[in-house]
Protein backbone atom coordinates (compact mmCIF):
# COMPACT_ATOMS: atom_id res chain seq x y z
CA UNK A 1 0.00 0.00 0.00
CA UNK A 2 1.60 3.68 -0.90
CA UNK A 3 2.32 5.53 1.83
CA UNK A 4 -0.34 8.51 1.95
CA UNK A 5 3.20 11.00 3.49
CA UNK A 6 4.93 10.10 0.46
CA UNK A 7 2.35 10.14 -1.91
CA UNK A 8 1.52 13.96 -0.37
CA UNK A 9 5.42 15.14 -0.15
CA UNK A 10 5.73 13.30 -4.18
CA UNK A 11 2.70 16.02 -5.06
CA UNK A 12 3.96 18.77 -3.13
CA UNK A 13 7.30 18.48 -5.08
CA UNK A 14 5.62 18.24 -8.27
CA UNK A 15 3.27 21.49 -7.45
CA UNK A 16 5.82 24.07 -6.00
CA UNK A 17 8.44 25.81 -7.82
CA UNK A 18 11.44 28.13 -6.05
CA UNK A 19 12.71 30.93 -7.39
CA UNK A 20 15.99 32.18 -5.52
CA UNK A 21 16.77 35.89 -6.83
CA UNK A 22 19.85 37.25 -4.97
CA UNK A 23 22.66 39.03 -6.53
CA UNK A 24 25.30 36.72 -4.97
CA UNK A 25 25.69 32.67 -6.65
CA UNK A 26 27.81 30.08 -6.67
CA UNK A 27 30.52 31.10 -9.22
CA UNK A 28 33.65 32.14 -7.90
CA UNK A 29 32.85 35.43 -9.56
CA UNK A 30 29.95 36.08 -7.64
CA UNK A 31 30.73 34.86 -4.26
CA UNK A 32 31.48 37.95 -1.57
CA UNK A 33 30.42 37.16 1.33
CA UNK A 34 27.89 34.89 3.51
CA UNK A 35 25.26 35.88 0.91
CA UNK A 36 26.61 33.40 -1.47
CA UNK A 37 27.19 30.64 0.82
CA UNK A 38 23.40 31.27 2.06
CA UNK A 39 21.70 31.30 -1.10
CA UNK A 40 23.66 28.35 -2.62
CA UNK A 41 23.26 26.46 0.24
CA UNK A 42 19.07 26.84 0.23
CA UNK A 43 18.92 25.88 -3.06
CA UNK A 44 21.03 22.89 -3.37
CA UNK A 45 18.78 21.80 -0.40
CA UNK A 46 15.90 22.39 -1.97
CA UNK A 47 16.96 20.78 -5.15
CA UNK A 48 17.66 17.97 -3.23
CA UNK A 49 14.52 17.65 -1.55
CA UNK A 50 13.04 17.51 -5.43
CA UNK A 51 11.93 20.71 -6.02
CA UNK A 52 12.51 22.63 -9.43
CA UNK A 53 14.38 25.37 -8.11
CA UNK A 54 15.79 28.00 -9.89
CA UNK A 55 18.84 30.41 -9.00
CA UNK A 56 19.04 33.88 -10.55
CA UNK A 57 22.04 35.57 -10.00
CA UNK A 58 24.92 37.88 -11.20
CA UNK A 59 26.68 35.35 -12.25
CA UNK A 60 30.32 34.81 -14.32
CA UNK A 61 30.38 36.09 -18.00
CA UNK A 62 32.35 33.41 -19.64
CA UNK A 63 29.98 30.55 -18.15
CA UNK A 64 26.69 29.98 -19.58
CA UNK A 65 23.52 31.90 -19.23
CA UNK A 66 21.50 28.64 -18.07
CA UNK A 67 23.01 25.94 -16.96
CA UNK A 68 21.00 22.72 -15.20
CA UNK A 69 22.37 20.78 -12.79
CA UNK A 70 19.12 18.12 -11.87
CA UNK A 71 16.49 19.71 -10.32
CA UNK A 72 18.27 22.96 -9.77
CA UNK A 73 18.27 25.44 -12.60
CA UNK A 74 20.96 28.25 -12.97
CA UNK A 75 20.34 31.60 -14.55
CA UNK A 76 23.47 34.10 -14.95
CA UNK A 77 22.01 37.62 -15.22
CA UNK A 78 23.62 40.50 -16.17
CA UNK A 79 26.06 39.08 -18.13
CA UNK A 80 26.55 41.55 -20.43
CA UNK A 81 27.42 44.43 -17.89
CA UNK A 82 29.64 41.83 -15.87
CA UNK A 83 31.77 41.33 -19.25
CA UNK A 84 33.20 44.78 -18.31
CA UNK A 85 33.79 44.49 -14.68
CA UNK A 86 35.93 41.48 -13.73
CA UNK A 87 36.32 42.71 -10.76
CA UNK A 88 33.13 40.19 -9.03
CA UNK A 89 29.48 40.33 -8.44
CA UNK A 90 29.50 43.96 -6.65
CA UNK A 91 32.12 45.90 -9.42
CA UNK A 92 29.64 47.70 -11.32
CA UNK A 93 26.86 47.26 -9.17
CA UNK A 94 25.26 50.08 -10.27
CA UNK A 95 25.33 49.46 -13.43
CA UNK A 96 24.03 45.95 -13.04
CA UNK A 97 21.33 46.59 -10.38
CA UNK A 98 19.00 48.55 -12.40
CA UNK A 99 19.63 45.89 -15.61
CA UNK A 100 18.53 43.03 -12.88
CA UNK A 101 15.60 45.11 -11.55
CA UNK A 102 14.02 45.68 -15.32
CA UNK A 103 14.57 42.68 -17.37
CA UNK A 104 14.92 39.74 -14.71
CA UNK A 105 11.16 39.53 -13.56
CA UNK A 106 9.58 39.92 -17.21
CA UNK A 107 11.67 36.84 -18.62
CA UNK A 108 11.14 35.12 -15.21
CA UNK A 109 7.26 35.54 -15.85
CA UNK A 110 6.74 34.74 -19.51
CA UNK A 111 9.22 31.98 -19.52
CA UNK A 112 9.10 30.21 -16.33
CA UNK A 113 6.03 30.96 -14.23
CA UNK A 114 3.56 31.37 -16.68
CA UNK A 115 4.23 27.97 -18.19
CA UNK A 116 4.36 26.29 -14.37
CA UNK A 117 1.14 28.12 -13.12
CA UNK A 118 -0.55 26.79 -16.24
CA UNK A 119 -1.33 23.73 -14.71
CA UNK A 120 -3.79 24.96 -12.02
CA UNK A 121 -2.86 22.94 -9.29
CA UNK A 122 0.78 24.88 -9.45
CA UNK A 123 2.18 27.03 -6.90
CA UNK A 124 5.68 29.04 -7.03
CA UNK A 125 7.42 30.75 -4.57
CA UNK A 126 10.15 33.55 -4.26
CA UNK A 127 12.86 33.85 -2.22
CA UNK A 128 14.74 37.00 -2.62
CA UNK A 129 18.01 38.36 -1.12
CA UNK A 130 19.03 41.60 0.20
CA UNK A 131 18.20 45.11 -1.08
CA UNK A 132 19.41 44.83 -4.38
CA UNK A 133 16.69 42.78 -5.37
CA UNK A 134 13.72 44.65 -3.48
CA UNK A 135 12.56 46.37 -6.22
CA UNK A 136 13.02 42.89 -8.60
CA UNK A 137 10.21 41.76 -6.08
CA UNK A 138 8.22 44.75 -6.44
CA UNK A 139 8.52 44.89 -10.30
CA UNK A 140 7.49 41.11 -10.12
CA UNK A 141 4.50 41.64 -7.69
CA UNK A 142 3.17 44.27 -10.34
CA UNK A 143 3.67 41.65 -13.10
CA UNK A 144 2.02 38.92 -11.39
CA UNK A 145 -1.06 40.71 -10.41
CA UNK A 146 -1.54 42.20 -14.45
CA UNK A 147 -1.79 38.52 -15.53
CA UNK A 148 -3.85 37.06 -12.09
CA UNK A 149 -1.60 34.95 -10.99
CA UNK A 150 0.18 36.71 -8.33
CA UNK A 151 -2.57 34.81 -5.64
CA UNK A 152 -0.42 31.35 -6.71
CA UNK A 153 2.68 32.91 -5.75
CA UNK A 154 4.50 33.47 -2.17
CA UNK A 155 6.92 35.84 -1.95
CA UNK A 156 9.49 36.27 0.76
CA UNK A 157 12.15 39.00 0.73
CA UNK A 158 15.24 38.56 3.12
CA UNK A 159 17.43 40.38 5.33
CA UNK A 160 21.03 39.23 5.83
CA UNK A 161 21.92 42.36 7.08
CA UNK A 162 21.37 46.31 7.47
CA UNK A 163 23.48 46.97 4.37
CA UNK A 164 21.23 49.33 1.90
CA UNK A 165 18.28 49.47 3.80
CA UNK A 166 18.02 53.07 3.11
CA UNK A 167 17.18 52.39 -0.19
CA UNK A 168 14.73 49.84 -0.05
CA UNK A 169 11.03 51.15 0.16
CA UNK A 170 9.70 49.40 3.53
CA UNK A 171 5.30 50.37 2.83
CA UNK A 172 5.65 48.69 -0.84
CA UNK A 173 7.56 45.72 0.27
CA UNK A 174 5.84 44.82 3.02
CA UNK A 175 2.90 45.05 1.18
CA UNK A 176 4.44 43.11 -1.65
CA UNK A 177 6.20 40.15 0.08
CA UNK A 178 6.41 38.36 3.42
CA UNK A 179 9.78 40.20 4.89
CA UNK A 180 12.34 37.75 6.39
CA UNK A 181 15.79 37.65 7.78
CA UNK A 182 18.15 35.60 9.52
CA UNK A 183 18.25 36.05 13.33
CA UNK A 184 15.79 37.54 16.60
CA UNK A 185 18.87 40.32 16.70
CA UNK A 186 17.96 40.97 12.68
CA UNK A 187 14.27 41.03 13.83
CA UNK A 188 14.86 43.58 16.53
CA UNK A 189 17.27 45.97 14.37
CA UNK A 190 14.33 45.75 11.60
CA UNK A 191 11.14 47.08 13.97
CA UNK A 192 11.98 50.74 13.72
CA UNK A 193 11.11 50.57 9.94
CA UNK A 194 7.65 49.78 10.72
CA UNK A 195 8.47 45.77 9.93
CA UNK A 196 7.64 42.63 11.87
CA UNK A 197 10.06 39.95 10.05
CA UNK A 198 9.91 36.10 10.11
CA UNK A 199 13.15 34.29 11.36
CA UNK A 200 14.54 31.65 8.94
CA UNK A 201 17.86 30.99 9.94
CA UNK A 202 21.01 30.49 7.47
CA UNK A 203 21.88 26.83 7.69
CA UNK A 204 24.33 24.34 7.14
CA UNK A 205 25.52 21.84 4.13
CA UNK A 206 26.90 18.05 5.05
CA UNK A 207 29.90 19.59 3.69
CA UNK A 208 30.70 21.83 6.24
CA UNK A 209 30.76 18.25 8.50
CA UNK A 210 33.60 16.10 6.64
CA UNK A 211 36.32 15.73 8.75
CA UNK A 212 39.47 17.60 7.40
CA UNK A 213 42.18 16.52 5.30
CA UNK A 214 43.80 14.46 8.26
CA UNK A 215 47.34 14.54 7.00
CA UNK A 216 47.37 18.50 6.38
CA UNK A 217 45.28 18.46 9.78
CA UNK A 218 48.37 16.14 11.27
CA UNK A 219 51.02 18.52 9.82
CA UNK A 220 49.51 21.63 11.24
CA UNK A 221 49.46 20.88 14.54
CA UNK A 222 52.87 19.65 13.97
CA UNK A 223 54.41 22.84 12.62
CA UNK A 224 52.66 25.09 15.04
CA UNK A 225 53.19 22.51 17.99
CA UNK A 226 53.16 24.69 21.70
CA UNK A 227 51.84 27.42 20.05
CA UNK A 228 48.07 28.79 21.52
CA UNK A 229 46.40 29.00 18.23
CA UNK A 230 43.61 31.23 16.86
CA UNK A 231 41.90 31.78 13.65
CA UNK A 232 39.97 34.95 12.72
CA UNK A 233 38.27 34.73 9.25
CA UNK A 234 36.24 38.15 8.46
CA UNK A 235 36.13 40.82 5.95
CA UNK A 236 38.20 44.00 7.29
CA UNK A 237 35.70 45.71 8.95
CA UNK A 238 35.22 47.86 12.22
CA UNK A 239 32.52 45.74 13.62
CA UNK A 240 34.37 42.29 13.01
CA UNK A 241 35.87 43.33 15.87
CA UNK A 242 39.82 42.94 14.72
CA UNK A 243 40.92 45.47 16.84
CA UNK A 244 40.38 43.68 19.57
CA UNK A 245 41.55 40.25 18.51
CA UNK A 246 44.87 42.11 17.97
CA UNK A 247 44.69 43.48 22.04
CA UNK A 248 43.71 39.63 22.66
CA UNK A 249 46.71 38.25 21.32
CA UNK A 250 49.07 41.02 23.02
CA UNK A 251 47.84 40.14 26.16
CA UNK A 252 48.15 36.46 25.91
CA UNK A 253 51.80 37.12 24.50
CA UNK A 254 52.45 39.11 27.59
CA UNK A 255 51.28 36.36 29.78
CA UNK A 256 53.72 34.08 28.28
CA UNK A 257 51.12 31.23 25.99
CA UNK A 258 52.63 31.80 22.82
CA UNK A 259 49.31 32.57 20.95
CA UNK A 260 49.78 32.58 16.89
CA UNK A 261 46.54 34.41 15.24
CA UNK A 262 45.86 32.92 11.86
CA UNK A 263 44.19 36.06 10.12
CA UNK A 264 42.03 36.40 6.76
CA UNK A 265 40.69 39.27 5.83
CA UNK A 266 39.56 40.75 2.44
CA UNK A 267 40.25 43.70 1.04
CA UNK A 268 38.94 46.37 2.95
CA UNK A 269 41.37 49.71 4.10
CA UNK A 270 40.43 48.54 7.81
CA UNK A 271 43.04 45.90 7.08
CA UNK A 272 46.15 48.31 7.28
CA UNK A 273 44.55 49.55 10.59
CA UNK A 274 44.54 46.35 12.31
CA UNK A 275 48.30 45.25 10.92
CA UNK A 276 49.42 48.93 12.24
CA UNK A 277 47.95 48.27 15.94
CA UNK A 278 49.91 44.80 16.35
CA UNK A 279 53.04 46.28 15.18
CA UNK A 280 52.20 49.26 17.92
CA UNK A 281 51.62 46.52 20.45
CA UNK A 282 55.02 44.70 19.42
CA UNK A 283 53.51 42.01 17.50
CA UNK A 284 55.69 39.74 14.86
CA UNK A 285 53.41 40.07 11.54
CA UNK A 286 54.29 38.10 8.64
CA UNK A 287 52.16 37.30 5.06
CA UNK A 288 51.67 33.54 3.65
CA UNK A 289 50.18 32.99 0.55
CA UNK A 290 50.76 29.37 -0.02
CA UNK A 291 49.79 28.46 -3.91
CA UNK A 292 46.09 26.69 -4.83
CA UNK A 293 43.21 25.81 -2.06
CA UNK A 294 44.03 22.26 -0.82
CA UNK A 295 44.43 21.89 3.00
CA UNK A 296 47.83 20.69 2.62
CA UNK A 297 49.05 23.71 0.90
CA UNK A 298 48.17 25.70 3.80
CA UNK A 299 49.74 23.66 6.26
CA UNK A 300 52.38 23.19 4.31
CA UNK A 301 53.14 27.20 4.32
CA UNK A 302 52.82 27.20 8.05
CA UNK A 303 56.96 26.14 8.36
CA UNK A 304 59.66 28.40 10.31
CA UNK A 305 57.20 30.73 11.57
CA UNK A 306 59.84 31.14 14.83
CA UNK A 307 57.82 33.65 17.30
CA UNK A 308 55.32 35.40 14.71
CA UNK A 309 52.25 36.34 16.55
CA UNK A 310 50.08 37.00 13.11
CA UNK A 311 49.79 35.31 10.22
CA UNK A 312 48.04 37.50 7.56
CA UNK A 313 46.99 34.79 4.91
CA UNK A 314 46.31 36.46 1.39
CA UNK A 315 44.98 34.04 -0.42
CA UNK A 316 41.75 32.13 -1.12
CA UNK A 317 40.57 29.44 1.63
CA UNK A 318 38.50 26.37 0.08
CA UNK A 319 36.33 24.57 2.58
CA UNK A 320 38.09 22.00 3.32
CA UNK A 321 41.63 24.48 4.41
CA UNK A 322 38.85 26.39 6.57
CA UNK A 323 37.97 22.96 8.43
CA UNK A 324 41.35 22.60 9.00
CA UNK A 325 42.10 25.62 10.92
CA UNK A 326 38.89 25.87 12.62
CA UNK A 327 39.38 21.83 13.78
CA UNK A 328 42.75 22.58 14.51
CA UNK A 329 42.91 25.96 16.21
CA UNK A 330 42.31 26.59 19.81
CA UNK A 331 39.69 28.55 18.92
CA UNK A 332 37.78 30.58 16.42
CA UNK A 333 37.35 34.76 17.00
CA UNK A 334 34.28 35.08 15.41
CA UNK A 335 33.24 37.53 17.97
CA UNK A 336 31.47 40.84 15.65
CA UNK A 337 29.68 44.36 17.31
CA UNK A 338 26.95 44.10 14.70
CA UNK A 339 26.85 40.50 13.76
CA UNK A 340 23.40 39.60 11.96
CA UNK A 341 23.94 35.68 12.15
CA UNK A 342 27.42 34.38 12.50
CA UNK A 343 27.61 31.88 9.70
CA UNK A 344 31.40 31.56 10.56
CA UNK A 345 30.67 30.36 14.39
CA UNK A 346 28.22 27.89 12.90
CA UNK A 347 30.63 26.36 10.23
CA UNK A 348 33.45 26.07 13.21
CA UNK A 349 31.09 24.58 15.08
CA UNK A 350 30.19 22.04 12.34
CA UNK A 351 33.92 21.54 11.88
CA UNK A 352 34.78 20.70 15.42
CA UNK A 353 36.09 23.90 16.51
CA UNK A 354 35.57 26.02 19.32
CA UNK A 355 33.72 28.99 18.22
CA UNK A 356 33.92 32.49 20.11
CA UNK A 357 31.17 34.61 19.33
CA UNK A 358 29.44 38.06 20.38
CA UNK A 359 26.20 38.23 21.94
CA UNK A 360 24.39 39.38 18.92
CA UNK A 361 22.60 37.43 16.23
CA UNK A 362 24.10 33.90 16.98
CA UNK A 363 20.68 32.21 17.81
CA UNK A 364 22.06 29.05 18.32
CA UNK A 365 24.99 30.21 20.61
CA UNK A 366 24.53 28.78 24.60
CA UNK A 367 27.48 30.20 26.66
CA UNK A 368 29.74 28.06 27.93
CA UNK A 369 27.78 25.16 26.88
CA UNK A 370 28.35 24.59 22.69
CA UNK A 371 30.47 28.09 21.97
CA UNK A 372 32.14 30.74 24.22
CA UNK A 373 30.28 33.92 23.81
CA UNK A 374 32.09 37.14 25.00
CA UNK A 375 29.71 40.04 26.59
CA UNK A 376 32.39 42.79 26.47
CA UNK A 377 34.99 44.48 24.63
CA UNK A 378 38.07 43.50 27.23
CA UNK A 379 40.80 41.22 26.06
CA UNK A 380 40.67 39.98 29.33
CA UNK A 381 37.47 38.58 29.02
CA UNK A 382 38.73 36.19 26.52
CA UNK A 383 42.04 35.73 28.18
CA UNK A 384 40.39 34.55 31.24
CA UNK A 385 38.11 31.89 29.35
CA UNK A 386 40.96 30.36 27.48
CA UNK A 387 42.98 30.24 30.32
CA UNK A 388 40.35 28.58 31.89
CA UNK A 389 39.97 25.77 29.15
CA UNK A 390 43.24 25.27 28.74
CA UNK A 391 43.33 23.93 32.33
CA UNK A 392 40.37 21.45 31.78
CA UNK A 393 40.44 19.61 28.63
CA UNK A 394 37.30 17.44 29.81
CA UNK A 395 35.40 20.77 29.31
CA UNK A 396 36.75 21.82 26.28
CA UNK A 397 36.36 18.71 24.38
CA UNK A 398 33.19 18.37 26.20
CA UNK A 399 32.05 22.06 24.64
CA UNK A 400 33.21 20.80 21.10
CA UNK A 401 31.12 17.36 21.00
CA UNK A 402 27.76 20.06 21.87
CA UNK A 403 28.65 22.67 19.23
CA UNK A 404 29.01 19.67 16.57
CA UNK A 405 25.44 18.75 18.06
CA UNK A 406 23.51 21.86 17.95
CA UNK A 407 25.05 22.80 14.41
CA UNK A 408 23.31 19.48 12.49
CA UNK A 409 20.21 21.23 13.99
CA UNK A 410 21.10 23.61 11.02
CA UNK A 411 21.30 21.44 8.77
CA UNK A 412 19.73 23.30 5.58
CA UNK A 413 17.57 20.37 5.00
CA UNK A 414 16.17 20.91 8.65
CA UNK A 415 15.75 25.10 8.12
CA UNK A 416 13.97 23.80 4.72
CA UNK A 417 11.79 21.36 6.57
CA UNK A 418 10.88 23.53 9.84
CA UNK A 419 11.38 26.77 9.02
CA UNK A 420 10.41 27.50 5.46
CA UNK A 421 8.29 24.62 4.59
CA UNK A 422 5.81 25.34 7.32
CA UNK A 423 5.16 29.05 6.35
CA UNK A 424 4.10 28.24 3.26
CA UNK A 425 0.06 29.12 2.86
CA UNK A 426 -0.21 27.16 -0.30
CA UNK A 427 1.61 23.95 1.84
CA UNK A 428 -1.71 22.75 3.35
CA UNK A 429 -3.77 23.31 0.63
CA UNK A 430 -1.62 21.76 -1.70
CA UNK A 431 -1.28 18.57 0.33
CA UNK A 432 -5.32 17.74 0.38
CA UNK A 433 -5.59 18.36 -3.57
CA UNK A 434 -2.90 15.43 -3.82
CA UNK A 435 -5.18 13.48 -1.36
Not at 9 to 17: M, V
Not at 23 to 32: L, M, N, T, V
Not at 57 to 67: A, Q, R, S, T
Not at 397 to 423: D, F, G, P
Request: net charge neutral.
Amino acid sequence: MTDPHARDEAGLQRALQFHILSFEGPDEYSRAGGIATRVSGLAEALALVGFDTHLWFVGDPNLPGLETRGNLTLHRWCQWISSYHGGGVYDGEEGKHPDYVTSLPPFLVSHVLRPHLADPSNRAVVLAEEWQSADAVLHLDSLLRSTGNRARVSMFWNANNIFGFHRVDWPRLKAAATIVTVSRYMRHRMWNLGVDPVVIPNGLSHDDFAPPDRVALSKLRHHLVGRLVLTKVARWDPDKRWLLAIDTVAELKQRGLRPLLIARGGVEAHGAEVMFRAAAAGLRLVERSPPGRAALNLADGMVNLGDTDVVNLRCVLGPDSRRMLFRGSAAVLANSGHEPFGLVGLEAMAAGGLACVGGTGEDYAIPGWNSLVLQTSDPAELVRILDRLLRNRLEERAIRRRARATARRYLWNEVVRRHILSILPTTAGLAEADQ
